[in-house]
């Protein structure tokens, strides 16, 4: 829904974006949607990639 609107904020006030979605539609911003939402679960559908990896640095100073 904010990218929807923010898109709506500046097709009313920027004339070079009104071009745009006149010649490419509306769907390029359904696209642009999809990649944000890609890169926001990406570390989410893995988890592994989640999960902080330990890095043992100073591993033996409570020795």
């Known amino acids: 829904m904010v990218i929807e609107v923010a898109f709506l ?13 006149v010649i490419f539609g509306f769907s390029w911003i359904t696209y642009a949607k999809s990649l944000v939402f890609l890169k926001a679960f990406d570390k989410f559908s893995d988890p592994a990639k989640a999960m902080e ?3 043992y640095v100073n591993s033996s100073a409570s020795l």
């Open 53 to 55: 990896q330990p890095t």
């Open 9 to 21: 904020a500046i097709f009313f006030f920027v004339p070079f974006v009104r071009v745009l979605a």
